[in-house]
């Protein structure tokens, strides 16, 4: 029995791990089984990142979203029909629960009847062999793979195999999903399918797409890695005319999507993972009028909230622009609390289109030099716990205030540090005589001998200190060593860090 489930946990991140968890506890107390499916298992199978979970129970999902809603999750989409919910997992995780279904075609191409089924059954009716896998999450054959159609060795072979000959007939926005699957993972449609494809075409099936589902490819493009890749092979087999004749002769935003792109990738760097689809799709959408963009938009479908997030995106970053560019700006910090609560979707966008260099160095600063001070802040945090102050709502404060300053380029070092929290805090240094007092115990053993040889001792170990640099290097040279690490463990520590952040900047 291949055993997937060391793959799959290995893959996840912890918020997708406990997820998992919730939904396969929630199915079974709900006495469901349930599986892995999709998009999912292809990611994990081909190596892809694994953007969203979507699972198939054999039973109706709705109930584990109720439950799930107790615990944190949103659910974004609930098809009472389809018996379909998509959601946030708590942890804001993407992802899907299905009921297992079968659509039941009486002719090709028409309306399919539901019936609630198998999860084999479920696999079969999917689109590509590749999206008809799935992973066992049941206590007695957990990790289990099921692929009653191969899809593994199409996945293999770099294929993309439709499962039937009717699967365009029945679905014509497969013939957009066939190429975006392709162009995505550098895959060739399997011999076969390209006949059906060819054929489809020929039929003029394209024309039949629906504009709902159009509009899902649209939304779906401008969530790819590489939506570029995948709007250049529909235009190649002229089928961006599908989603829209206006973008087909006006050609999508080809600049504005690299430059998006390479905004995703410098935020990837700084450590963000930004959802992009609402810029993204701006960016498809650049070359067109507003008017045709809206018209667009409702054409394929879009309730008119979520046309209204996109066609008004431009302008509640501009707005965000603004304000950072504001009087209430100019201090570091409060530029930092305001670019701390901009979504990150609005400060790509800036990124990648903004020509106001006052605003993208305030966002070039935040991303890459006052996050990672922030993320250094245990530091502050340890020194001053160090310095005796007790936790609690004026240790925070100070913590705080030490923070603002660094951004102003305060505080760089640790001892730096040290003298700023004093300072805030009042906590004086002890008092040097005691430190006088300790040297000797740990010096030398002419110090020793100094000491025992009363009054003259202080001229005595002077000339010793001046001696040993020449005489006996090696005694001096740990007395020095001594007086270092009389300094508090935690500077000792963060001292490296600091180094660190320093040589960036
Ligand atoms: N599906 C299908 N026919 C369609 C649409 C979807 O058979 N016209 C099936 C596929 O098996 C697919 C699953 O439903 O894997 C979920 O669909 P969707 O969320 O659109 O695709 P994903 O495979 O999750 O791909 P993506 O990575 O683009 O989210």
């Given at each position: 029995?291949?055993?997937?489930?060391?793959?799959?946990?290995?893959?996840?991140?912890?918020?997708?791990?406990?997820?998992?968890?919730?939904?396969?506890?929630?199915?079974?107390?709900?006495?469901?089984?349930?599986?892995?499916?999709?998009?999912?298992?292809?990611?994990?199978?081909?190596?892809?990142?694994l953007?969203?979970?979507?699972?198939?129970?054999?039973?109706?999902?709705?109930?584990?979203?109720?439950?799930?809603?107790?615990?944190?999750?949103?659910?974004?989409?609930?098809?009472?029909?389809?018996?379909?919910?998509?959601?946030?997992?708590?942890?804001?995780?993407?992802?899907?629960?299905?009921?297992?279904?079968d659509?039941?075609?009486?002719?090709?191409?028409?309306?399919?009847?539901?019936?609630?089924?198998?999860?084999?059954?479920?696999?079969?009716?999917?689109?590509?062999?590749?999206?008809a896998?799935?992973?066992?999450?049941?206590?007695?054959?957990?990790?289990?793979?099921?692929?009653?159609?191969?899809?593994?060795?199409?996945?293999?072979?770099?294929?993309?195999?439709?499962?039937?000959?009717?699967?365009?007939?029945?679905?014509?926005?497969?013939?957009?999903?066939?190429?975006?699957?392709?162009?995505?993972?550098?895959?060739?449609?399997?011999?076969?399918?390209?006949?059906?494809?060819?054929?489809a075409?020929?039929r003029?099936?394209?024309?039949?797409?629906?504009?709902?589902?159009?509009?899902?490819?649209?939304?779906?493009?401008?969530?790819?890695?590489?939506?570029?890749?995948?709007?250049?092979?529909?235009?190649?087999h002229?089928?961006?005319?599908?989603?829209?004749?206006?973008?087909?002769?006006?050609?999508?935003?080809?600049?504005?999507?690299g430059r998006?792109?390479?905004?995703?990738?410098?935020?990837?760097?700084?450590?963000?993972?930004?959802?992009?689809?609402?810029?993204?799709?701006?960016?498809?959408?650049?070359?067109?009028?507003?008017?045709?963009?809206?018209?667009?938009?409702?054409?394929?479908?879009?309730?008119?909230?979520?046309?209204?997030?996109?066609?008004?995106?431009?302008?509640?970053?501009?707005?965000?622009?603004?304000?950072?560019?504001g009087?209430?700006?100019?201090?570091?910090?409060?530029?930092?609390?305001?670019?701390?609560?901009?979504?990150?979707?609005?400060?790509?966008?800036?990124?990648?289109?903004?020509?106001?260099?006052?605003?993208?160095?305030?966002?070039?600063?935040?991303?890459?030099?006052?996050?990672?001070v922030?993320?250094?802040?245990?530091?502050?945090?340890?020194?001053?716990?160090?310095?005796?102050?007790?936790?609690g709502?004026?240790?925070?404060?100070?913590?705080?205030?030490?923070?603002?300053?660094?951004?102003?380029?305060?505080?760089?070092?640790?001892?730096?540090?040290?003298?700023?929290?004093?300072?805030?805090?009042?906590?004086?240094?002890?008092?040097?005589?005691?430190?006088?007092?300790?040297?000797?115990?740990?010096?030398?053993?002419?110090?020793?001998?100094?000491?025992?040889?009363?009054?003259?001792?202080?001229?005595?170990?002077?000339?010793?200190?001046?001696?040993?640099?020449?005489?006996?290097?090696?005694?001096?040279?740990?007395?020095?060593?001594?007086a270092?690490?009389?300094?508090?463990?935690?500077?000792?520590?963060?001292?490296?860090?600091?180094?660190?952040?320093?040589?960036?900047?």
């Open positions: 029995m291949p055993d997937y489930m060391f793959l799959l946990e290995s893959r996840l991140s912890p918020e997708q791990r406990a997820a998992m968890m919730r939904v396969q506890e929630l199915s079974s107390a709900l006495g469901f089984n349930v599986y892995l499916t999709g998009g999912t298992v292809r990611d994990l199978i081909t190596g892809a990142s953007r969203d979970l979507d699972f198939t129970v054999e039973g109706n999902p709705s109930r584990i979203a109720r439950e799930l809603e107790k615990g944190g999750a949103k659910v974004l989409v609930e098809d009472e029909k389809l018996r379909q919910v998509e959601l946030l997992f708590a942890g804001d995780c993407d992802g899907s629960i299905s009921a297992a279904r659509d039941h075609y009486v002719r090709p191409g028409t309306r399919p009847e539901i019936r609630w089924s198998t999860i084999m059954e479920d696999l079969r009716r999917r689109d590509f062999s590749l999206n896998i799935a992973i066992s999450l049941n206590p007695a054959s957990r990790g289990l793979l099921l692929d009653p159609t191969n899809g593994l060795s199409d996945v293999e072979r770099a294929e993309v195999r439709a499962l039937t000959i009717h699967s365009f007939t029945n679905q014509p926005v497969r013939l957009l999903r066939v190429l975006r699957f392709a162009a995505r993972m550098g895959f060739k449609m399997e011999q076969r399918t390209q006949e059906w494809f060819d054929l075409i020929e003029e099936l394209h024309h039949t797409i629906t504009p709902e589902d159009a509009g899902a490819e649209l939304q779906a493009a401008a969530r790819e890695e590489r939506p570029a890749v995948v709007l250049k092979a529909w235009e190649e002229d089928l961006l005319e599908a989603i829209s004749p206006v973008l087909a002769k006006k050609h999508p935003g080809y600049e504005a999507i998006l792109m390479k905004v995703r990738e410098d935020l990837f760097t700084a450590g963000f993972r930004p959802r992009l689809a609402t810029p993204m799709l701006l960016a498809i959408l650049g070359r067109l009028k507003d008017r045709e963009q809206a018209s667009l938009l409702s054409k394929v479908g879009f309730r008119s909230a979520e046309s209204a997030a996109v066609l008004e995106f431009e302008e509640v970053a501009l707005e965000a622009q603004k304000e950072l560019l009087k209430k700006m100019k201090a570091p910090i409060d530029a930092y609390r305001f670019l701390e609560k901009l979504p990150l979707d609005q400060m790509a966008y800036l990124l990648a289109e903004s020509n106001k260099s006052a605003a993208l160095s305030k966002i070039r600063a935040y991303l890459n030099k006052w996050r990672p922030r993320l250094g802040l245990p530091g502050v945090t340890a020194q001053l716990e160090a310095l005796g102050m007790p936790r709502p004026k240790f925070d404060n100070v913590v705080e205030q030490v923070f603002a300053m660094q951004l102003t380029g305060r505080g760089k070092t640790p001892e730096e540090r040290e003298k700023i929290l004093r300072k805030i805090t009042g906590i004086k240094e002890q008092p040097k005589k005691k430190e006088k007092e300790k040297k000797p115990a740990k010096g030398t053993d002419k110090a020793h001998a100094a000491a025992a040889m009363g009054s003259a001792a202080k001229h005595k170990h002077a000339a010793a200190k001046a001696d040993a640099k020449h005489a006996a290097k090696g005694k001096p040279a740990r007395a020095k060593s001594a270092k690490h009389h300094a508090p463990a935690p500077r000792g520590k963060t001292a490296p860090a600091s180094k660190k952040r320093h040589s960036r900047k």
